[in-house]
């Protein structure tokens, strides 16, 4: 059985997923929104106040500080040896679900309006924004992995930190919370539990520290609510507020690469 205080430390990962979710809502009434109809969300998108809100910070700059702190401080290095212990005491299966349940937010984002359960934002607008965080968080945390060289548990390489499947989970995870959160709460803030398995399982697999993990969540989430922020001026950008162009923006992976397509016609 695993000892009281590493089922705190997992226990610690639901609850601060949780936290995001509260937070994130109790920050968000301070923006006016315009409710449009669903065909129009990106005219609505771009009659809100576009001034980003410093409260939405603070949630992933608290994980992200943790995750950076972990790399030093020896108390929590001390709990990112002594987890990892305990879970190769118990010697778990290696599944490899973390590489599928990391989009999982975003498929049923785009699966539930495929059946009509409608969220903020339609297909291309959804897809921008997406495309936008997913961007964000590659330029994050792929760089950091060189940077930092942190050797990952199971000795594989030097790309531990951040973790960057837990950061596109919580990306994914805060992008269903933020198309779903005004019609539906709690459907909005089940992305978050996918989210925590990624992680979980990352740690389980012996890929990721548990800093690793809590700072990839953090980067997450900010690259998402960057991408909202962002958002009008890309569109803009894009044409728009012309009705005479058209543009498809599609995200990508493969080959363990993330991209962006763009096709514009005038």
């Not at 449009?36 to 771009?46: A, C, R, T, W």
């Not at 936008?132 to 940077?147: D, F, Q, R």
Request: glycine residues 8%.
């Amino acid at each position: 059985m695993m000892s009281k205080y590493h089922k705190k430390t997992i226990l610690s990962l639901f609850v601060l997923a949780s936290v995001c979710g509260k937070f994130s809502a109790q920050s968000s009434n301070d923006t006016i929104q315009v409710q449009e109809p669903k065909q129009d969300s990106s005219i609505v998108l771009n009659t809100e106040k576009n001034n980003f809100n410093y409260k939405r910070l603070i949630v992933p700059t608290v994980f992200i500080g943790y995750g950076v702190a972990s790399l030093t401080v020896k108390d929590l290095k001390k709990l990112n040896f002594s987890t990892r212990d305990e879970i190769n005491e118990h010697k778990p299966d290696h599944i490899k679900l973390d590489s599928y349940t990391q989009f999982a937010p975003t498929a049923l984002v785009y699966g539930l309006n495929a059946i009509g359960v409608e969220g903020k934002h339609n297909f291309r607008d959804r897809t921008i924004i997406y495309g936008t965080s997913m961007l964000i968080t590659s330029a994050i945390t792929i760089p950091l992995k060189h940077i930092v060289k942190e050797e990952r548990p199971d000795e594989s390489n030097n790309l531990s930190f951040p973790s960057g499947h837990t950061a596109i989970a919580f990306a994914s995870a805060q992008f269903m919370f933020r198309e779903y959160k005004d019609t539906n709460f709690l459907l909005g803030i089940s992305g978050y539990s996918l989210a925590v398995f990624t992680g979980i399982y990352r740690m389980l697999n012996d890929k990721h520290w548990v800093g690793d993990v809590v700072a990839g969540a953090g980067f997450g989430i900010l690259s998402t609510e960057l991408a909202y922020w962002l958002y009008p001026k890309i569109n803009t950008m894009l044409g728009g507020k012309n009705k005479n162009t058209a543009t498809m923006v599609m995200p990508f992976y493969q080959d363990k690469s993330i991209g962006i397509g763009l096709v514009k016609t005038f």
